[in-house]
């Protein structure tokens, strides 16, 4: 059922829950202390997400709490909403849909198959198997170490191509500077001193001065062309 309401401090929510009758909801609305003013029958057409995708992150927060609560005790009914409160917006409405299915009867496993490219086939495969088994707590425990894994991996792989981009950066701005600044105070000095300059220093004079006369034309060429 989704319903909203006003809580006993005078707060409006809105959420979902599980209930066999309209009746059983709403007296699951008073014990919680909740007046409901809207109380309806969930429609998984509205609840399922259609233009946004939930981030990979989303994915291993939502794992990390479930495995926390279902620990702990609690419904994984239950869990499902409050795991809601921990994810991003596209998530959110996701999980919409794996509650509005779990309430209809579902397995959870298969309430997360449904959702394509949020939960990954072999995470799906790990609660399956802990929905079989009757640990769904230690599923949920085994996929969010997996999960971190995962992104220690990622993050790793994602320092190593940056590391290596750093230094040819640094290195070109490191030979631009002798070129266009050092160099030509070095030969300025040389010259100065009545000294011939070396035939590489001389060389290397050469492309200074053409990167120098050429800066403008060539930045000019590559603005048009970008």
Request: charged content about 20%.
């Amino acid at each position: 059922f989704e319903y909203e309401g006003f809580t006993a401090d005078g707060g409006l929510q809105r959420g979902t829950l599980t209930a066999e009758s309209r009746a059983d909801a709403s007296a699951r609305l008073r014990r919680d202390a909740i007046v409901a003013t809207t109380l309806r029958e969930a429609q998984a057409t509205t609840l399922r997400p259609a233009h946004s995708r939930p981030s990979g992150r989303s994915v291993l927060e939502f794992s990390r709490a479930m495995a926390a609560l279902l620990a702990a005790g609690m419904q994984p009914a239950r869990a499902l909403d409050a795991t809601r409160a921990l994810v991003d917006a596209a998530a959110v409405a996701t999980l919409g849909d794996v509650r509005a299915r779990v309430a209809r009867g579902e397995a959870i496993s298969d309430a997360l198959a449904a959702q394509p490219g949020w939960f990954p086939t072999h995470a799906v495969g790990l609660v399956r198997a802990g929905e079989r088994s009757g640990d769904l707590a230690e599923a949920f425990t085994r996929l969010t170490a997996m999960l971190e894994r995962q992104a220690a991996l990622r993050e790793r792989l994602l320092t190593a191509a940056i590391y290596p981009s750093i230094l040819v950066v640094a290195g070109g701005a490191a030979m631009l500077v002798l070129l266009l600044a050092v160099l030509p105070n070095f030969a300025t000095l040389l010259g100065d001193a009545g000294l011939a300059l070396p035939r590489s220093t001389a060389m290397l004079l050469g492309v200074a001065t053409f990167l120098r006369r050429s800066a403008l034309p060539l930045g000019a060429v590559v603005i048009v062309m970008g």
